[in-house]
Structure formats: C-alpha cells, structure tokens
C-alpha cells in the first residue's frame, strides 16, 4: 500500500512538473490579403499553420534569440482563424481570415519582441509582396 501511494504521489508530482501552466498570452494576428476567396485565403493560412512550419517557425526564433529556453518556446502557438464581419456601416459582410502567433507566457519574460520577430518572418508567406510590372514583358 505504502508502495502504491509512493509511485501515485512521483506519478502525479511528474505530471505537474512536465505540464506548464501561463498565466497570460500574447498574440498577433496576419491577414491574409491575398487569394479571390475567403476559401483561397483559408487555404493559404491552412497551408501556412501547419506542424512542419510550427517546427521552422521555432527554430527560426531559436536563431534570433539564442537565449529561448524550451520552456517559453513550449507556450509558442501558429493558428489560422475565419472571423465573419456584418459593419454596422451598411458595408458588405465579409469574412476575415488571419494566421495566429501566439505565446503563453507567466511573466519571466517579455512576449512582444519574440511575437515581433515571428509576424515578420511570416508576413512575407502569408503575403508576398508582388513587384509591379513596367509593362516590359521578356
């Protein structure tokens, strides 16, 4: 019995210990301009929230900020969202798809600058800058 009790209170003393708890989150959100669509530009943030981007994602920040612990890089989230707007303006309804970067994080350390830095390297996926053309075609 005595036993039995030992290994329940390491058991749950292990699952406390690897599971983190944040007490705020910080988020941006990108809007997907591009695409015809609402279902274009939910294919594109599909395409971009997504594990194996998640993955880059991280390793991208760890490279910018080499002192990112694994713990703050545990709160780090990529989501996409479709958001429906009626304006109280007599404007069109329209639906607003955005990509998500969020973190969860209890003080120890400042989000924004970590969020900042992953909003810019997504930006350019979520929307490229188009070139305009001079009319010369070759």
Known sequence: MKKTLTLLAL????????????????????????????????????????????????AQLRERFPSLTARQLDGLGLRWNVRHFTPLTGQRPHDRVTVIVLIGYDGSFDPKPIIEAATKILEPEVNPVVLPSNGNSR
Do not use: P, Q, W
């Open 11 to 58: 058991a749950i003393l292990a699952m406390a210990c690897a599971s983190h708890t944040y007490a705020n989150t910080y988020a941006a959100a990108i809007e997907v301009k591009r695409g015809a669509s609402t279902d274009d530009k939910l294919r594109i943030a599909k395409s971009i929230a997504t594990e194996e981007r998640f993955a880059r994602l991280k």
